[in-house]
Nanobody, 120 residues
Framework: QVQLVESGGGLVQPGGSLRLSCAAS????????MGWYRQAPGNERELVEA???????NYADSVKGRFTISRDNAKNTVYLQMNSLKSEDTAVYYC??????????????WGQGTQVTVSS
C-alpha cells in the first residue's frame, strides 16, 4: 500500500501565503506524476497544479503566477507554495501521487485532504 500524508493547510488572510506538503510512503519503486487538486463546497474537484517526473508542470489558469509546485524525489514529497492567496482559493486541497510499487503494479493514491481557508 501507498500512504500519503498532507500538511500545511490553515487559515490565512487574503494576500497571504501557505505551503502545503504531501509525503508518500510505503511500497514505492517509482513515482511518476504528483499533483494537487482542490474542491470547494458545491464544486467538483479540480486540478490546481501537477508535476511529472521530468519536472514538467501543468496548472490551472486561476493560479498562474501565484502557486508553484515542486517535488523532492529523495523524500517522495510534493509541495505547493501558494502566494497572493484569494478568497476563491478556499477549498480542501488533495494531493495525488501515481507511480509503481515494488512489484511494478501501478498505484494512484490520494491524500486525506487539508483545508485552506482564505478570509479576513
Amino acid at each position: 500500500q501507498v500512504q500519503l500524508v498532507e500538511s500545511g493547510g490553515g487559515l490565512v488572510q487574503p494576500g497571504g501565503s501557505l505551503r502545503l506538503s504531501c509525503a508518500a510512503s510505503g511500497s514505492i519503486r517509482k513515482i511518476n506524476d504528483m499533483g494537487w487538486y482542490r474542491q470547494a463546497p458545491g464544486n467538483e474537484r479540480e486540478l490546481v497544479e501537477a508535476i511529472t517526473s521530468n519536472v514538467m508542470t501543468n496548472y490551472a489558469d486561476s493560479v498562474k503566477g501565484r502557486f508553484t509546485i515542486s517535488r523532492d524525489n529523495a523524500k517522495n514529497t510534493v509541495y505547493l507554495q501558494m502566494n497572493s492567496l484569494k478568497s476563491e482559493d478556499t477549498a480542501v486541497y488533495y494531493c495525488n501521487v501515481a507511480g509503481f510499487r515494488y512489484n511494478w503494479v501501478r498505484f494512484d493514491s490520494w491524500g486525506q485532504g487539508t483545508q485552506v481557508t482564505v478570509s479576513s
